[in-house]
């Protein structure tokens, strides 16, 4: 009985990615489960506030910011399964299409951003819009810098220099996204629907 490369890797019980990138997640995914806890703990303070200020939301903006974020991790996840096979170039397009999806945020955010402005909505305006320019200001800079390895990762495939036996950094610029992605799945909530 043959056993596949990946097949042989997980029985062994391997992690993706490197053990470096791991623990740089902890500890990003530590930071913002402060910024959350201290977010929800001061909507507990001041719910009247946070109500309010929700409202001048746009929940519907949000959702589409959240299923193109899934979408890219989507992609990303196809991707993975392609350098899994061996198939460095399909990887690669499905990287590229994982960072059109990963725009459509990055507009999304920016026109959100700008109307907040416009609005006088800035950090100064209350306790949740200070909360909310922190939170979402500290994962959009997240998503820049994980659509940046995305599509350094998307030009490592275009040369063949990932397979199925070469992995560990691709799969470590995969989790990185994947995180970003989980982020915004507590952040959209919170930030846009819970009262």
């Known amino acids: 009985m043959s056993t596949s490369p990946e097949t042989a890797t997980a029985s062994?019980?391997?992690l993706p990615?490197?053990?470096?990138m791991w623990f740089f997640i902890l500890a990003e995914l530590s930071?913002?489960?402060i910024l959350i806890l201290t977010f929800a703990v001061t909507q507990t303070l001041k719910p009247q506030v946070f109500?309010?200020?929700r409202q001048l939301l746009n929940s519907s903006t949000g959702l589409a910011m959240t299923l193109s974020?899934?979408?890219a991790g989507l992609f990303a996840a196809l991707a993975q399964e392609q350098i899994r096979r061996s198939r460095a170039r399909h990887g690669a397009s499905f990287l590229l299409a994982a960072l059109l999806a990963a725009s459509v945020y990055v507009v999304l955010k920016l026109t959100e951003y700008r109307h907040l402005l416009a609005s006088g909505l800035g950090m100064e305006h209350n306790t949740f819009f200070t909360l909310y320019w922190i939170l979402t200001g500290f994962h959009f800079l997240h998503v820049l810098l994980g659509m940046?390895?995305?599509g350094w990762l998307a030009e490592r495939c275009r040369r063949g220099l990932y397979d199925a036996n070469n992995?560990?950094?691709f799969e470590s610029g995969v989790l990185y996204w994947h995180m970003v992605d989980l982020?915004?799945?507590v952040l959209f909530p919170l930030v846009y629907v819970l009262n």
């Open 12 to 14: 062994q019980g391997h």
């Open 17 to 20: 990615g490197d053990l470096a």
């Open 31 to 33: 930071v913002f489960a």
């Open 51 to 53: 109500s309010e200020s």
């Open 69 to 71: 974020l899934l979408t």
């Open 148 to 150: 940046l390895i995305l």
């Open 167 to 169: 992995r560990s950094g």
């Open 183 to 185: 982020i915004w799945v």
